[in-house]
C-alpha cells in the first residue's frame, strides 16, 4: 500500500504542479460561461428582417401582413416578377427576402407561394415568414365568415399546469424544463471527464513504456501497483479540478449575479422624484409611507433573488453525492480497460483500433439517454437497464439523478458498478503485467486474451 501511496503523489504532484493546469483550472469557468454568452449572443441575428412583397394575387396580401421586430414587410419595386426580383437584387439598403404571391393564389389556394433570396433561405426565417402569411390568411378568412381575431383570442383559453412528483417526500413540483437541463450537463461532465482523464492515463503508460522507464519502475513495485497508483492519482487530480470549479463558479455565481442585479435596477426618473416630493408634501405621511411600502415590496424580490433558486425542485443532495460516486465509478472503471490498451500497444496510433470497442458503450448510453429522456420515460426499462450495467451505468444513471431515483436502485446500481470495476481491474491487471515489458509485436484480439491466462 505504501508503495502504491507513492504512485499516487507522483501521479499527482507531477500534474498538479503544470501550469497548464492551474490556468486551466481558474480560466474553464470563466471561458465557459463566456462561451455560453457568446453563443446566446451571435446565434441569432437581432436586425429586424426586411422582406419585399410582390403580390399579383387579388387578395392585398401586402395589408394584411404584420409587422413584427423580427420581420419587416415592404412592398417590391417593378411591374411584374422579373422586374421585382431585379430591383431586389440591387436594393440599397440590401432587403433579406422577396416573397412572392402569384394570380392563382386564393384564400382557400395558397400554394405557389415563393420566397426568393440572395442565396440559401435558413429555416428560422422561413419559419418567421412563414408565421406571418399563415396568420394573414387566417385573419382573412376570419372576416370573411363573419369574426375576428380579437374574438377567436378572447374564445381560446391558457391553461398552466405544474407536475409533482409524488414520490418525493411532501411532493415535489416536477420542473421539465431544469430537470432536462440538469440531465444534459450532468452527463456532458461525466462522458468528457471519463473520456479526457481515461485518455490520459492510457497515455501517460505509452510514454513510460515507449521511454522503457517503465522497466525500471517495474523493478520496485508490481505492475498492478503501478497501474492502480497511477489510476488513483489521476483521478485525485480530477477532484482537485473538480472542486476548484465548484468553488471559483459559487463564487462568480454568488457574488457576482447580485452585483449585476443591483446595477440592473433602474431609479426613477427625476421627474417622478419631483414627483415623489410633491406627494409627500402635499399628501403628507399615508401617500409617501405606501409608496416607499410599494416601492420597496417591488424591488426587495429582485434584490435578494438568490442565482441558484431554479435548483429548488431539484434533489441536489442525491445528485451530488450520486454525481461524485458514479463519475469516479465510472472513471476507475474505464481508466483500468484505458491503463491496459497503453500497456499492451507500442505505438499510439495503434491504440485507435483498441480504443473504439471501449468507448462504444459510453457513446451508446449517452445517445440511448437523451433519447429515453426526451421521447420516453426515464425511469421505464430501457433507463433502468443501462442504469444498472456498469459500462453504461455512469451516465445513464447520472442523466436519471435529476428526475429522482428510487434508492434501491441507486444502490443496486452503485454495488453492480463496484463489481464490475473490480472485474474490469482484474482483467486489465492480467493483461497490464504481460503488455508492460512487450516490445516490438502486433498485438491483436486473440494475443491480449492468451494474456489474460499466463500464469506468474
Known sequence: MDKIWLII??????????????????????????????????????????????????????????????????????????AATAA???????????????????????????????????????????????????????????????????????????????????????????????????????????????????RGVGEEKSSRIMEVMISSVKPFQLMMGKILGIAAVVLTQFALWMVLSWGLTTLAAPLLMKSNVKSPPAAAVTGMQQATTYDKAPAAATATSDDAATV???????????????????IIGGFLFFFLGGYLLYSALFASIGAAVDDQTDSQQFMFPITIPLILSYIVSINVIINGDPNGPLAFWLSMIPLTSPIAMVMRLPFGVPMWQLLLSG?????????????????????????????TYGELSKWMFYKG
Open 300 to 318: 426587495a424580490p429582485a434584490a435578494t433573488a438568490s442565482p441558484w433558486g431554479f435548483l429548488s425542485g431539484l434533489p441536489v443532495g442525491t
Open 415 to 443: 454495488a453492480l458498478l463496484v463489481a464490475g470495476f473490480v472485474l474490469t481491474t482484474w482483467v486489465a491487471a492480467r493483461i497490464y503485467r504481460v503488455g508492460i515489458l512487450m516490445y516490438g509485436k502486433k498485438v
Open 88 to 202: 431586389f437584387k440591387k436594393a440599397k439598403p440590401k432587403q433579406d427576402a422577396l416573397l412572392y404571391f402569384p394570380p392563382s393564389f386564393t384564400l382557400d389556394n395558397s400554394t405557389g407561394i415563393q420566397l426568393l433570396a440572395n442565396g440559401n433561405v435558413s429555416l428560422n426565417r422561413q419559419s418567421k415568414i412563414r408565421k406571418a402569411v399563415e396568420k394573414a390568411v387566417g385573419e382573412l378568412k376570419l372576416s370573411r365568415s363573419g369574426l375576428n381575431q380579437t374574438t377567436i383570442d378572447n374564445l381560446k383559453a391558457k391553461v398552466e399546469l405544474d407536475a409533482v412528483d409524488l414520490t418525493q417526500q411532501g411532493g415535489r413540483k416536477n420542473n421539465v424544463g431544469t430537470t432536462t437541463a440538469a440531465a444534459y450537463f450532468l452527463s456532458i461532465l461525466v462522458y468528457m471527464f471519463i473520456f479526457i482523464y481515461g485518455v490520459q492515463v492510457m
Open 9 to 82: 503523489q507522483r501521479e499527482y504532484l507531477t500534474r498538479v504542479r503544470k501550469k497548464s493546469f492551474l490556468i486551466m483550472s481558474l480560466l474553464a469557468p470563466l471561458l465557459l460561461a463566456a462561451s455560453l454568452v457568446g453563443i446566446a449572443k451571435f446565434s441569432g441575428s437581432s436586425e429586424t428582417q426586411v422582406v419585399a412583397v410582390r403580390d399579383d394575387s387579388a387578395q392585398q396580401m401586402l395589408q394584411h401582413l404584420t409587422a413584427t421586430e423580427e420581420v419587416r414587410f415592404v412592398p417590391a419595386t417593378g411591374t411584374n416578377l422579373a
